[in-house]
């Protein structure tokens, strides 16, 4: 099937600094896509969302950005701070999944002091 | 706010026995949704259901079942548990298909 894939396993960032984390994703059917946090030992957390007849969604301190063209989706994070350390992974849903979401693998920013 | 909430955060069980894990949900979401999480692997659907009494296999479900008798709660049951089942579940609900997930705080299960 179709799968949400991420291009850096790791991301090491300077605190202040804007972070940049990245997806690719294969199915030129979806139509939504989902950033989520996730820390430590506990469950994923909604960031922000986006759907297919946008490219750009803003939210505090982060951004989202679609290019439906080349199948692209990147995460930024402006003056990233220690608590922005986590897992970050995206997912996409399309119109016939109905209710399954897709989750890529996930990319661990760390947030250097 | 959107609130799931799973019944034990930790959760150690031996090899056979039968395992409950509950998951509640407090915003009249339609659709309930049990993943594992394994490192390696990302998150993995088992089921999920879109209404009450009713459910649907995800990619992973067997050695698993689900109930989902009332709206707010979704039920995942490990029948006879096996070391392989060792791993983070997860719980989620969204409103409609396609909609917005929101994940549970998740339950750390070790099976011995």
């Known amino acids: 099937g179709e799968s949400v894939g991420l291009h850096l396993p790791t991301l090491s960032v300077q605190e202040g600094d804007n972070s940049i984390i990245n997806c690719a994703y294969s199915n030129s059917a979806s139509d939504y896509f989902i950033w989520y946090k996730q820390e430590s030992g506990k469950g994923p957390q909604f960031i922000i969302d986006i759907r297919s007849n946008m490219d750009k969604r803003q939210g505090q301190r982060v951004t989202v950005l679609l290019n439906k063209t080349v199948k692209h989706l990147s995460l930024q994070i402006a003056a990233t701070q220690p608590g922005d350390s986590a897992v970050y992974f995206c997912?996409?849903?399309?119109?016939?999944?109905?209710?399954?979401?897709?989750f890529g693998s996930g990319t661990r920013l760390l947030v250097r002091p | 706010d959107v609130k799931v909430t799973q019944s034990s955060r930790y959760l150690v069980k031996r090899t056979g026995e039968k395992v409950f894990l509950e998951c509640v949900q407090d915003?009249?979401?339609?659709?309930m949704f049990w993943y594992r999480q394994d490192p390696g692997l990302g998150l993995r659907l088992i089921y999920f259901s879109y209404d009450v009494k009713m459910k649907e296999k995800g990619d992973i479900p067997e050695g698993y079942s689900v109930s989902r008798e009332k709206k707010e709660r979704f039920s995942l049951i490990l029948e006879s548990a096996s070391t392989n089942q060792t791993s983070m579940y997860l719980c989620?609900?969204?409103?409609?298909?396609?909609?917005?997930?929101?994940f549970g705080p998740g339950t750390r299960l070790t099976v011995l």
């Open positions: 989620a609900s969204s409103l409609t298909g396609g909609d917005t997930q929101y």
């Open positions: 997912a996409d849903g399309t119109p016939d999944s109905s209710y399954k979401l897709i």
């Open positions: 915003m009249d979401h339609e659709n």
